[in-house]
């Protein structure tokens, strides 16, 4: 049962790594970060694409490191 939880955690970990380091940047600078915040609450269209999938395949992998460390911390307390 720990050796499924700790490959499920490394497996999550390193595809949470390769989502965040694939996706492409918004803007650069603060300025940057600022408009594209305003565009991305004001805009009316969607991320579409690569970065939306990127995106969903980031949260997936973060809910799965998240609950894998969670179990391993209650399966060894």
């Known amino acids: 049962m720990t ?3 700790i490959i499920i955690l490394i497996i999550s970990s390193l595809g949470l790594i390769a989502t965040v380091l694939l996706q492409s940047g918004k ?3 603060l300025s940057g970060s600022i408009a594209g915040a305003g ?3 004001f805009g009316k ?3 579409r694409g690569m970065d939306s999938l990127f995106s969903k395949l980031g ?3 973060a809910v799965l490191f ?3 460390s ?3 911390t209650i399966f060894f307390k």
């Open 3 to 5: 050796i499924a939880i």
């Open 59 to 61: 949260i997936v992998f």
């Open 27 to 29: 803007s650069a600078g």
């Open 45 to 47: 269209t969607k991320a």
């Open 39 to 41: 565009e991305q609450f």
């Open 70 to 72: 969670l179990g391993l």
């Open 66 to 68: 998240l609950l894998s």
